[in-house]
């Protein structure tokens, strides 16, 4: 069976930063490892039931190859369920597996959502208050005091920074309620006072931090984000940081995201938010990583054709362990953090987050360097070296 990768992303991001560079990625990994690969706009694919069977249409052609790994790039604040989630439904219905699933993504649409989702694991959540319909603002102004002011005021759906507000008071509240736009709920959270005008932006990948990167306002606002003036810098994170940002990724079913942090006065961490479609303009500036090539490397790595040879390879090893010395599979690259098993021998760095056109294009990363022989031919070696060349 030929192997296939398909690319699919909105119209409207489709020249953005990130795009452009998991474009680049995918094509030139796949054309590395020969597998079919196709890009597509979310408008060109046409969904199709016939005789009872789930099927696809592109440009009035009937499709008969399906891809067995599917990278998705979509402006979560825009996603409406009866379209774009539909059209990802349809794909994950037809075997396809999704980087990033549906669900997974809708988790992330709406900031209340996500926290509805991390209730009740014990995951640290400032307290958010929000409410249904779109015109019980002014309601919430007595609801949410148990907050205390100053208190932080979002729209759910709202992505780079923008639309969020901190209320010095009730007063101040209820002159917002006359400036803001109600076609969409907002929610009302607790202020962490220590972190003003600061967070950590945690990017993942397969489950496993790749990275991270403080952001810093420039200008005493708030928020952070790199696409409002704030600067970002890599920076190490804590084990328990780390071990957060995962918890909140498995949580969510998430293959690919940005998690927000917010750091305590002792050093603890907070959830601020998450984000299924992050940016990584400001990251890879910061850090000197290429994101989109750790994506594309992570989703060849979820080919069946690759696992199933992954395994056979592994159970090879574990055979003759007994009897001779265990071939080294690859090493993490120091100055970042645990990297997916399926993406090692890669630089690592920190992050950045919605897909921004954060600062300008940074330089094109310099491509990978092919493995050399190896001096030291052996078995042992042999298997290690293909075993590399499966998890690059």
């Known amino acids: 069976m030929c192997s296939r990768v398909w690319f699919v992303t909105d119209r409207r991001i489709s020249q953005e930063y990130p795009q452009v560079q998991i474009l680049r990625a995918l094509k030139e990994r796949c054309a590395d490892e020969d597998v079919d690969f196709r890009s597509l706009l979310m408008d060109q694919i046409v969904l199709t039931i016939s005789q009872g069977q789930l099927g696809l249409r592109v440009e009035q052609e009937l499709v008969t190859s399906y891809p067995q790994v599917v990278v998705v790039r979509v402006p979560t604040p825009w996603v409406q369920s009866d379209s774009d989630i539909t ?11 999704l980087i990033n699933r549906p669900q997974a993504i809708l988790n992330c649409v709406n900031k209340f959502w996500t926290f509805q989702e991390l209730a009740g694991h014990g995951v640290p959540l400032p307290d958010t208050f929000s409410y249904g319909g779109h015109d019980n603002f002014r309601k919430m102004i007595d609801e949410a005091e148990p907050l205390g002011y100053p208190v932080v005021v979002k729209n759910a759906r709202g992505h780079r920074g923008k639309a969020v507000f901190l209320a010095r008071d009730k007063h101040h509240l209820t002159d917002l309620c006359h400036l803001i736009r109600h076609d969409t709920p907002y929610l009302f959270q607790e202020y962490v006072k220590e972190s003003h005008g600061r967070d950590v932006r945690v990017v993942l990948v397969g489950g496993r931090v790749i990275g991270s990167m403080l952001r810093c306002s420039t200008d005493g606002r708030m928020q952070s984000n790199c696409s409002l003036g704030g600067v970002g810098m890599m920076c ?29 006065n002792d050093g603890s961490f907070v959830v601020c938010e998450a984000n299924a479609n992050v940016g990584f303009i400001a990251f890879d500036q910061a850090c000197g990583m290429d994101v989109a090539g750790i994506v ?28 001779s010395s265990e071939p080294e599979v690859c090493s993490v690259p120091t100055g970042g953090g645990s990297l997916p098993e399926a993406v090692c021998n890669m630089s690592v760095g920190s992050t950045s987050s919605e897909s921004d056109p954060e600062l300008a294009e940074p330089s094109q990363p310099s491509p990978r360097q092919p493995l050399g022989p190896d001096p030291a031919y052996n078995f042992n070696t042999l298997l290690a070296n293909e075993i590399k060349l499966l998890t690059e």
Not at 87 to 97: D, P, Q, S, T
Request: proline content about 3%; aromatic content about 2%; some cysteine.
């Open 87 to 97: 059209v990802l439904r349809h794909l994950e219905k037809m075997g396809c597996r």
């Open 296 to 323: 594309a490397d992570y989703a060849l790595s979820l080919l069946p054709s690759r696992l199933t040879r992954k395994m056979s390879l592994l159970s090879v090893v574990s055979s003759t362990s007994e009897t």
């Open 236 to 264: 190490p994170l804590s084990e328990q940081g780390k071990q957060l940002a995962t918890e909140v990724s498995n949580i969510l079913g998430m293959d690919v995201c940005g998690i927000d942090l917010l750091q305590l």
